[in-house]
């Protein structure tokens, strides 16, 4: 995912960040709705131009990486349906049950599908975390899988720029590489010393391709020969999600758990700009040449220029839609997902007026030290068994500060699902256990019943 899912991708802190104090976070993010709040209510005039038109998906499709093709259409996948959908730049389905993709894993804690992209070949691309596969579907709707690797689980993906798809692999934490004739697949281990979680990856006119390391806290480049070379974020947890270049403006992406935009020049020089308004993920270049990024958790579309200026929010109509992807379409105008809204949204990239400058800030009456405030309870979810990534998610929507030990999958929780608690939970994870390459009698009962 390109952020929450991906975004749609998309995490909190871990070991190596507790020395960060989550206080500031809790700031940050309260100081970005705010800020959100401000853009929604305080829209210039002439931004009503740039309103959000939303063309709705099928029921239950929860929609992720949206592309454009080479068609002159918009194809995005189905999460909860399996399936690659085409839509016209008019906001018609065609067809309208979209091309279904066959799906054999039965790890529901991954998704089926991830995100897309155009590739060189003139078809469309897309990534198969539950089944380990690259798949690859014509505009004519004709669908191929290539195996990925056994344990990539590979999410996102981009054309390179020696002619081949390049992928990352969160399930071990490499940089894949396949031709265009589907194989074989070369792999580049992409960790540093950091952490692992990679997320996004984009080609760049420097003739390599950059990626973001979520819980690495930091930005790789890969050249085509494999060679690669890690920038650390120097907000400490910022958690890089979504990555995109503009032409003559470096590279750009977003910090979700900062919600903060960072820029990077090709030679690793990071600057930070904020704060967005909430959960900032995918993120990408509009032709106006500012950028345009998900604001997951906020419900909204925040555009920001290259010199670092927070202009507008756009507020979705739906509450809790959680915006997912975004792509410029073949029409010059913003294209996005809605994960939990079941649609795909439209915003018009004319420049838009600046926001009027907030007010002054009134004087700040000291809080009296004799009385403490109570610190904010949060309800645990239910997150045994569900990957880090994913229990990550439902932790931070249930806004509860949480430490997480060990990788994988989780297996239990202190204190356990439904309890409510001021401190921290403790996370344990887990690698999941292979398994056995005969199964039992027990395990083939189940799976006749089934």
Known sequence: MSGPRGARSISGSSDGDM??????????????????????????????????????????????????????????????????YRMTAGGVLDPPGGYPVPITGSDTTLVSLDQITQGPDGALWFTEPRDNQIGRITT????????????????????????ALWFTAPGDGKIGRIPVAGGPVTEYPAIGTAGQELSDITDASDGALWFTDSLGNQIGRITTAGAITHYPVRTPGSEPSGITEVPGAGLWFTEFAANQIGHTTFTGGITEYGPTAAGPSAIAGGRDGALWFTESTANSIGRMTTIGTVTNHFSLPIPGSEPSDVTTGPDGALWFTEFLGDKVGRIETVAPSPLPPLPPRPPVTPISTSVKPKPRACKVPKVKRLSVKKAKRKLKKARCKYRVRGRGYVVSTKPKAGKRTTKRVQVRAKPRKRRSSRPSARGATAGAVR
């Open 140 to 163: 004519a709707g004709s669908v191929n899988e290539y195996n990925a690797l056994s344990g990539h689980h590979p999410e996102s993906i981009t054309a390179g720029p020696d002619g």
């Open 19 to 84: 020395k960060n104090s989550p206080r500031r976070f809790d700031r940050q993010r309260l100081l970005g709705l705010l800020i959100g709040l401000v853009g929604m209510l305080a829209l210039p005039a002439s931004a009503g131009a740039q309103s959000v038109v939303e063309y709705p998906a099928p029921a239950g499709s929860h929609p992720g990486g949206i592309t454009t093709g080479p068609d002159g259409a918009l194809w995005f996948v189905g999460e909860g349906t399996n399936t690659i």
